[in-house]
T-cell receptor, first 118, second 112 residues
Framework: NAGVTQTPKFQVLKTGQSMTLQCAQDMNHEYMSWYRQDPGMGLRLIHYSVGAGITDQGEVPNGYNVSRSTTEDFPLRLLSAAPSQTSVYFC?????????????????FGAGTRLSVL | DAKTTQPPSMDCAEGRAANLPCNHSTISGNEYVYWYRQIHSQGPQYIIHGLKNNETNEMASLIITEDRKSSTLILPHATLRDTAVYYCIVRVFKAAGNKLTFGGGTRVLVKP
């Protein structure tokens, strides 16, 4: 059981280049999301998906596109990379369980992709 | 989701209990308290969550005050590997969505 897998782990881009950050999960989770984390700061939500074919914007969506053609995969595309997009990107997936007295939403995070845009 | 307030940093001696406070005075009745941590350069990791009652699992204990305006995460026997940033997050349960809002967290340094 691999959990959430992100590739690549490191990437350097030139301004204006495009690329896709890959995220895959093998836990059959419906919900997936992308966050970015800048140095010394908390995580900020970029885009999320509540199931295959459904995506929505988070708090910092500009410059990024996503799609969700399968339950397992949720790639993040940088259309035209800018230095402001230098960051660490985390993908997460989660399940929900509304049972008993303690319903739960628990997110599982990947190891991150460290992106530098020159 | 309710706002949370945590101390920016704290130290703890290895082998001792670490008590991490979190204030969430505007919490509403249907909001849960979640704790995550982020070890350096890794993705955040779920620790524990609760609604009203105290909760315990293999990683930690969560103590929620009776008025639910504050909570404490307890790491019973801190190890060096527990050095991390700990995030307290308050949110409602949503079956179809699960956006987490991470604040500044508490940077915990476990010292030998």
């Amino acid at each position: 059981n691999a959990g959430v897998t992100q590739t690549p782990k490191f990437q350097v881009l030139k301004t204006g280049q495009s690329m896709t950050l890959q995220c895959a999960q093998d836990m059959n989770h419906e919900y997936m999301s992308w966050y970015r984390q800048d140095p010394g700061m908390g995580l900020r939500l970029i885009h999320y998906s509540v199931g295959a074919g459904i995506t929505d914007q988070g708090e910092v969506p500009n410059g990024y596109n996503v799609s969700r053609s399968t339950t397992e995969d949720f790639p993040l595309r940088l259309l035209s990379a800018a230095p402001s997009q230098t960051s660490v990107y985390f993908c997460a997936s989660s399940y929900s369980k509304a049972s008993g007295s303690l319903a739960k939403n628990i997110q599982y995070f990947g190891a991150g992709t460290r992106l530098s845009v020159l | 989701d309710a706002k949370t307030t945590q101390p920016p940093s704290m130290d703890c001696a290895e082998g001792r209990a670490a008590n991490l406070p979190c204030n969430h005075s505007t919490i509403s009745g249907n909001e849960y308290v979640y704790w995550y941590r982020q070890i350096h350069s890794q993705g955040p990791q779920y620790i524990i969550h609760g609604l009203k009652n105290n909760e315990t699992n293999e990683m930690a204990s969560l103590i929620i005050t009776e008025d639910r305006k504050s909570s404490t995460l307890i790491l019973p026997h801190a190890t060096l590997r527990d050095t991390a940033v700990y995030y307290c997050i308050v949110r409602v349960f949503k079956a179809a969505g699960n956006k987490l809002t991470f604040g500044g967290g508490t940077r915990v340094l476990v010292k030998p």
